[in-house]
Structures are given as structure tokens and as C-alpha cells.
């Protein structure tokens, strides 16, 4: 009797712990698929926001530059420094305001 008792112990264990091994997988690939998509939309959310930033600044240094702004005014009004305008306008246009720039 003590053999069967200790082999249905053991089959109720194996069983059990197969169960809950399962489940723990189960809830683990679903916990795992919702921190990893909050991730990824937050992700997508700040890299959608900078690409919206620098296409605005960069229409804005472009349209400051065709109403004749000086590098300056342009730097001052955007917060971009003297490179990232000079990035954006090219080398053509980079010449022409850099001329036009007033001495102060």
C-alpha cells in the first residue's frame, strides 16, 4: 500500500508540476507580448515626435532662409547652431547666407 501511495504521489507531482510549468509559460509569453509591444508603441510615439520636430525645423530653416533671414535670426529662432543650418540649406544657399549674415 505505501509503494502506490508513493507512486500515485509521484505521478500527482510530475502531472502538477507539468501543469503548472505550462501555465507559467503561457503567462510569461503573454506578460512578455504586452511589455514588449508598450515598448515598441512607446518607442514608435518619440521616434515619430523627433522626426516630426526636425521635419518642421527643417521647413522652417528653409522657408526663413527664401524670405532672406540672416544665419543668425535663423540659429536664434529655431535653437539649431550654425551647422545643423548649414546641414539643412546645403552648400549653394550656405554660401549665400553666410555672406548676408550682418557683422555685428
Known sequence: MNTALNKGLKEGMK????????KGIKKGKKEGLKKG???GLK??????LKEGE????????Q?????GCSMDMIMIVTGLSKDEVEV?????????????????
Request: hydrophobic share 30%.
Open 15 to 22: 502531472k502538477g508540476m507539468k501543469k503548472g510549468i505550462e
Open 54 to 61: 526636425h521635419k518642421s525645423k527643417t521647413q522652417m530653416v
Open 63 to 67: 522657408n526663413m532662409h527664401k524670405i
Open 88 to 104: 539643412i540649406l546645403g552648400g549653394t544657399s550656405r554660401k549665400k547666407l553666410v555672406d548676408e549674415t550682418p557683422k555685428i
Open 43 to 48: 518607442e514608435g510615439i518619440e521616434k515619430g
Open 37 to 39: 509591444m508598450e515598448k
